[in-house]
């Protein structure tokens, strides 16, 4: 079993639409909590990130984590066709300078 | 917010050559840098982690002699694949730590073995 779980996808959903992409992890170790988007052939960007359990928001994102579930979550609102990418969970025990576990990416696709 | 910067981008390369790749922090010093390789349609799968002035840690499975690493200042690491071989084809992205905490990552370095 992978120490964290994302399902690959594609997803594709219309402008607008509301996305909701979900992780799954089992290292109950891990604090931090992170959403990266990465455009085709490029490095990944932090969007949010997030320690323990809670919810946070910016702009359109809403990043939510649930520890006693081992389920975190990334909901995009009013989705745009700049935000089809491809959205990676990411976390880690500890914040600053640690290595982190990534999930295997979701491609996203927003339809005009 | 900060800058890391790759270079190569892209590189290609024949069988049993070797290669250089360029992680730089271009505004912060990084006293730490990772080096991660992705597989198309998969995640980023940790190689090791480069710490300023000294030897790289490597992950279980990662051949610390093929892929070379040298962290010789704050703002600069490089991987060198030595020996290179089609298997080595892969996007090699690296990140670095800045003093707030947060990871920046590079744009990716994309290599093709012939």
């Known amino acids: 079993q992978k120490e964290v779980e994302q399902d690959p996808g594609p997803l594709s959903v219309p402008e607008g639409a509301i996305v909701s992409l979900n992780c799954t992890y089992s290292n109950s170790a891990f604090q931090y909590f992170m959403w990266y988007r990465q455009y085709s052939r490029k490095g990944p960007e932090l969007l949010m990130y997030t320690y323990s359990s809670g919810n946070k928001e910016d702009g359109r994102f809403t990043a939510q984590v649930d520890k006693s579930s081992k389920y975190i979550s990334l909901f995009i609102r009013d989705s745009q066709p700049s935000d089809s990418a491809t959205y990676l969970c990411?976390?880690?025990?500890?914040?600053?300078?640690?290595?982190?576990?990534f999930g295997t990416g979701t491609r996203l696709t927003i339809i005009p | 917010g900060a800058v890391v910067s790759q270079h190569p981008s892209w590189v290609i390369c024949k069988s049993g050559t070797s290669v250089k790749i360029e992680c730089r922090s271009l505004d912060f010093q990084a006293t730490t840098m990772f080096w991660y390789r992705q597989f198309p349609k998969q995640s980023l799968m940790l190689m090791a982690t480069?710490?300023?002035?000294?030897?790289?840690?490597?992950e279980q499975g990662v051949e610390k002699d093929k892929f070379l690493i040298n962290h010789a200042s704050l703002t600069l690491s490089t991987l060198t694949v030595t020996s290179a071989h089609p298997e080595d084809s892969s996007f090699y992205i690296c990140?670095?730590?800045?003093?707030?905490?947060?990871?920046?990552f590079g744009e990716g370095s994309r290599l093709t073995v012939l």
């Open positions: 990140s670095a730590g800045a003093n707030t905490g947060e990871l920046f």
């Open positions: 990411a976390m880690s025990e500890d914040f600053g300078n640690e290595k982190l576990t």
């Open positions: 480069s710490n300023e002035g000294s030897k790289a840690t490597y």
